[in-house]
T-cell receptor
Framework: RKEVEQDPGPFNVPEGATVAFNCTYSNSASQSFFWYRQDCRKEPKLLMSVYSSGNEDGRFTAQLNRASQYISLLIRDSKLSDSATYLC??????????FGDGTTLTVKP | SAVISQKPSRDICQRGTSLTIQCQVDSQVTMMFWYRQQPGQSLTLIATANQGSEATYESGFVIDKFPISRPNLTFSTLTVSNMSPEDSSIYLCSGGGASGKLFFGSGTQLSVL
């Protein structure tokens, strides 16, 4: 079993749709959690951190459930520019980051 | 966040040769890492670059194949030694601190013939 597992996707949605990505992790000692965005042929860039209390950044909402070892990302009112691969990342207290395989989102007009 | 300049951005190399990739950060960072990303796959950690000491390698990666230097808190190099076509990949350096947040160089796309 992989340490970090994501929905395989791809997700193809129309503009304005709401889309949710899920991620599970196996190491219960994991300390911090993030979503990154990676555009085609580009490096990953931090999208947002994920907290148990949930956090929102504009159209993006991230949620962590430590008991279930589950992370989610919700994108509301999808834009064409949201098309990318979204990577779930989990850190241990040793500072090591483990990346999920990513979920590809394509937003269509 | 800090900015990492990574070079070369791409290279085509002959098997048996070596390539050194450099990353320069515009500010001091606590931790630097080297990742590999195969086409269509996610990132795999090669090693943690330790300032002034030997890098810490992940399972499946060894120093003889991927020697790493980090002489100070703003610079690191990764060498891919004795290359074979299986080493064709994108190599990414990253920096981070106590928060766990990472920022990346723009990557080196390596093709080995």
């Amino acid at each position: 079993r992989k340490e970090v597992e994501q929905d395989p996707g791809p997700f193809n949605v129309p503009e304005g749709a709401t889309v949710a990505f899920n991620c599970t992790y196996s190491n219960s000692a994991s300390q911090s959690f993030f979503w990154y965005r990676q555009d085609c042929r580009k490096e990953p860039k931090l999208l947002m951190s994920v907290y148990s209390s949930g956090n929102e950044d504009g159209r993006f909402t991230a949620q962590l459930n430590r008991a279930s070892q589950y992370i989610s990302l919700l994108i509301r009112d999808s834009k064409l520019s949201d098309s990318a691969t979204y990577l779930c990342v989990v850190n241990t207290n040793a500072g090591k980051s483990t990346f999920g395989d990513g979920t590809t989102l394509t937003v269509k007009p | 966040s800090a900015v990492i300049s990574q070079k070369p951005s791409r290279d085509i190399c002959q098997r048996g040769t070596s390539l050194t990739i450099q990353c320069q950060v515009d500010s001091q960072v606590t931790m630097m890492f080297w990742y590999r990303q195969q086409p269509g796959q996610s990132l795999t950690l090669i090693a943690t670059a330790n300032q002034g000491s030997e890098a810490t390698y992940e399972s499946g990666f060894v120093i003889d194949k991927f020697p790493i230097s980090r002489p100070n808190l703003t610079f690191s190099t990764l060498t891919v030694s004795n290359m074979s076509p299986e080493d064709s990949s994108i190599y990414l350096c990253s920096g981070g601190g106590a928060s766990g947040k990472l920022f990346f160089g723009s990557g080196t796309q390596l093709s080995v013939l």
